[in-house]
């Protein structure tokens, strides 16, 4: 089976790592809405 030596995950990045990322990509998903809105 595709799972049988399954290794836990392991978080390389911190929280706030993950959040910048997330605030870059909201940015560039509301810049992409708006733009196509019209």
Do not use: H, I
């Amino acid at each position: 089976s595709w799972n049988e030596n399954a290794k836990p995950f392991t978080w390389t990045a911190t929280a706030d790592e993950v959040l910048v990322k997330v605030r870059l990509v909201q940015t560039s998903m509301k810049k992409l809405v708006n733009n196509n809105a019209k």
